[in-house]
């Protein structure tokens, strides 16, 4: 097992939408609906943003969704503001454990 | 308010042995299982140790399993990491979290944990 891979950096203009993706395997991403996001701004903790491929906790603003297709995952960020500006990473459960991405750096121009 | 506080980190030479703690306060804390995730400096995001709510069900990841023991004092609603023969690679900020169905809803602020001579 390894890290669910994600690319290392996306960017957009403000009020544009950005998508980070999250590939696994079938023994994680693609066998099971609990993916999660995580945004973490410098130096602070990480953050849950999306749960169970789609939901969104509350609080979090609904610019932020989810999907999954296959052993791939996406979060996708609408009318980007300079607040989104962050560390993204994913989560996935391969069996048991929980995994995760590699983590993407979302940067608004 | 939930909240999650580690202590115990600090700088360690390798071979030696420390002792992270997780105090938890704002809910029911032995209704829910808690993790241990690692942050190496500049790089991302790495599951430790699970343990579930009354410690039935622990797991680890390969490059800890016989070196750390997680366990939980739910009397104390505290959480703990016990990490024994530390390597230079362990070094990282610990972070310790709730976990919400498959999610970690919470988390706390992190303890540095440095692996040097």
């Known amino acids: 097992q390894s890290a669910l891979t994600q690319p290392p950096s996306a960017s957009g203009s403000p009020g544009q939408s950005v998508t980070i993706s999250c590939t696994g395997t079938s023994s994680d991403v693609g066998g099971y609906n609990y993916v999660s996001w995580y945004q973490q701004h410098p130096g602070k903790a990480p953050k849950l943003m999306i749960y169970?491929?789609?939901k969104r906790p509350s609080g979090v603003p609904d610019r932020f969704s989810g999907s999954k297709s296959g052993n791939t995952a996406s979060l996708t960020v609408s009318g980007l503001q300079a607040e989104d500006e962050a560390d993204y990473y994913c989560s996935s459960y391969a069996g048991s454990n929980p995994w995760f991405g590699t983590g993407t750096k979302v940067t608004v121009l | 308010e939930v909240q999650l506080v580690e202590s115990g980190g600090g700088l360690v030479q390798p071979g030696r042995s420390l002792r992270l703690s997780c105090a938890a306060s704002g809910f029911t804390f032995d209704d829910y299982a808690m993790h241990w995730v690692r942050q190496a400096p500049g790089k991302g995001l790495e599951w430790v140790s699970g343990i579930s709510w009354n410690s039935g069900s622990i797991g680890y990841a390969d490059s800890v399993k016989g070196r750390f023991t997680i366990s939980r004092d739910n009397a104390k609603n505290s959480l703990y990491l016990q990490m024994n023969s530390l390597r230079a690679e362990d070094t990282a900020l610990y972070y310790c979290?709730?976990?919400?169905?498959?999610?970690?809803?919470?988390w706390g602020q992190g303890t540095l944990v440095t692996v040097s001579s």
């Open positions: 169970e491929v789609s």
């Open positions: 979290a709730k976990v919400a169905g498959t999610a970690f809803d919470y």
